[in-house]
């Protein structure tokens, strides 16, 4: 009971971190139900997942779909006191058609603690096919210390092996040794107000002797990204800019290559631009929506709704001048149409 409870707290921790990060009033598509018993959900959704009859889809999709995430936590704790059984192993292996489904792991995500779901994308991003760099620091420089913490617990309880250890092995160079000093969680976080003084000395040592070399020794770059605040790593950056007449992803794009570049660029837009940065994610998966990219929509819905998917879809439909949905509800269907919708709706 403890650790659900840490677990909560540290979602509660993420989200005003994450609303800090710019000034803008962020717009989330999924807010707590205001009538809501937990006893009630748990036995509506035991009687929709009853075997002798067709699984009741609709039923578990307006449960799911209309609670936070608190919530449904909430009802996965009072389902295993009413009928001893873990609600998230029961909606995936239940007997709809839809086992084994993105809509299936889209359902046992739901009733699965953030740190946990994020501890499965991160696995995902090292251990399918290739390392996708870009997805591992969207995850590790978006969340505040607390969430980073508990991240790297649940990934230790839910694969038995270090988070550290296996970033260390799956990448290289610089970025592995950001990724390192990340996944420690010490970024400053007392304060918002930036200290000028620390701003200037910081940009001296990044742009030293005029020039930047970053690909040679990034350890003082490595140590802005992952320790300083995320007002102090924009003012950094907006300083470098009219230094070198570049911006951010500029910079960086004449410094690293491949991954390691997808890496760095996409933490600093994470510090920078997260809503703009997660509308072009959703503009490049939708290309092929029905592809490997349904696990970007899933990771996508399932981490930001509760924070600003509602921001990234307008910053969506103002830079692609089309809405997310109107492209969902073309490429999907059925339940996890509707689940979609719940989440982008």
Not at 116 to 137: G, H, P, R, V, W
Not at 211 to 222: E, F, G, Q, S, T
Not at 226 to 251: I, M, N
Not at 267 to 282: G, H, K, P, S, T
């Amino acid at each position: 009971m403890a650790r659900f409870v840490l677990l909560l707290l540290g979602f509660s921790l993420s989200v005003s971190v994450c609303h800090s990060q710019n000034d803008t009033q962020l717009k989330p598509t999924i807010v707590p139900a205001s009538s809501f018993d937990a006893s009630t959900d748990a036995n509506v959704l035991h009687e929709a997942m009853d075997s002798t009859q067709k699984c009741n889809q609709t039923a578990i999709g307006s449960i799911l779909s209309r609670r936070s995430l608190a919530q449904r936590l909430d009802v996965a704790e009072k389902y295993k006191l009413i009928f001893g059984k873990d609600l998230a192993h029961e909606l995936f292996s239940s007997t709809c058609r839809f086992r084994g489904s993105m809509h299936a792991r889209m359902c046992k995500a739901m009733v699965t603690p953030l740190p946990t779901q994020y501890s499965n994308f991160l696995d995902l991003a090292m251990f399918c096919q290739k390392t996708i760099e870009s997805e591992l620091t969207e995850i590790l420089c978006g969340n505040n210390n607390a969430m980073i913490r508990d991240i790297v617990q649940a990934y230790t309880d839910e694969y038995k092996r270090s988070l550290q250890a296996d970033l260390e092995s799956e990448t290289s160079g610089g970025l592995e040794r950001l990724l390192v000093l990340l996944v420690q969680a010490n970024r400053n976080e007392s304060s918002q107000q930036v200290d000028n003084q620390k701003v200037s000395d910081d940009v001296l040592a990044l742009f030293n002797g005029g020039k930047v070399n970053w690909h040679d020794d990034p350890a003082r770059l490595n140590e802005v990204l992952a320790l300083r605040s995320f007002p102090h790593v924009r003012r950094v950056f907006l300083e470098l800019s009219r230094k070198t007449g570049k911006d951010f992803k500029g910079l960086l794009e004449e410094q690293f290559s491949s991954g390691t570049k997808d890496g760095y660029v996409t933490c600093v837009r994470m510090i920078q631009e997260a809503q703009e940065y997660f509308a072009d994610v959703l503009n490049q998966t939708l290309e092929g929506f029905l592809g490997s990219g349904d696990l970007t929509i899933a990771r996508v819905a399932l981490t930001r709704s509760e924070i600003d998917l509602g921001t990234i879809k307008e910053k969506y439909k103002q830079k692609y001048g089309r809405s997310v949905m109107d492209v969902i509800h073309e490429d999907s269907s059925g339940a996890y149409k509707d689940l979609l919708t719940a989440f982008f709706g």
